[in-house]
């Protein structure tokens, strides 16, 4: 089975930029987590998303929104970027009723 | 704050020795324990996970989990090279929400 995807691989963006990012979970996973990792720290939990519903949000920004769709997919949105959200996003997705996560390989943003 | 600390290290072993890598947790409430590998420029990747008091093992993996002192440990026997890496400890709980530690960084020498 394949595993969590993410995309895009690497971004580059400015200041002030907007920035979409996309996952898909595994096949027959419902729930959808995001995390951010900057160097050296361990991933900070964003958003967590099951069955289209938001489920829990971390100690991030309004800049900070996502979305999960029909197919489980899911978006993170950052608006306003920053030089400091410059990080590895990783998003993880967990089959029900299970509270494993399992990490896909994520997308490393950089602002300029 | 709910947090989970690791000793950051770098932790050194020799090839074949045991590689003894501890965690605390802050949060009584944490119900379910993971361990994840993460290799240097890659996504963190899911060795063990632990949700009772005790010892769970899993080939040269050990997880050992004590509520009562909210502890966790992970033991690496026969340590190979290829374990050289950075372990992240992570705490879940009712919201199912992952608190991690920001990792320690193993070296295996050959």
């Known amino acids: 089975d394949a595993g969590v995807t993410q995309s895009p691989t690497h971004l580059i963006k400015t200041r002030g930029q907007h920035v979409t990012l996309r996952c898909s979970p595994i096949s027959g996973h419902k729930s959808v987590s995001w995390y951010q990792q900057v160097l050296g720290q361990g991933p900070q939990f964003i958003f967590q998303?099951?069955?289209?519903?938001?489920?829990g949000r971390g100690n991030f920004p309004d800049r900070f929104s996502a979305r999960q769709f029909p197919n489980y997919s899911s978006e993170l949105n950052v608006n306003a970027l920053l030089l400091g959200d410059s990080a590895l996003y990783l998003c993880?997705?967990?089959?029900?009723?299970?509270?494993?996560?399992?990490f896909g390989p994520g997308t490393r943003l950089t602002v300029l | 704050q709910k947090e989970v600390e690791q000793n950051s290290g770098p932790l050194s072993v020799p090839e074949g020795a045991i590689a003894s890598l501890n965690c605390t947790y802050s949060?009584?409430?944490?119900?379910?324990f993971f361990w994840y590998r993460q290799y240097s420029g890659k996504s963190p990747e899911l060795i063990m996970s632990i949700y009772s008091n005790g010892d769970k093992e899993d080939g040269r993996f050990t997880a050992q989990l004590n509520k009562a002192s909210q502890y966790v440990s992970l033991l690496i026997r026969d340590s190979q090279p290829s374990d050289s890496a950075t372990y992240l400890c992570?705490?879940?709980?009712?919201?199912?929400?992952?608190?991690f530690g920001k990792g320690t960084l193993l070296t295996v020498n050959p």
């Open positions: 992570a705490a879940g709980g009712s919201n199912y929400k992952l608190t």
């Open positions: 993880a997705s967990s089959p029900p009723p299970a509270v494993t996560q399992y």
């Open positions: 998303y099951y069955e289209k519903e938001e489920r």
């Open positions: 949060d009584r409430g944490s119900q379910s």
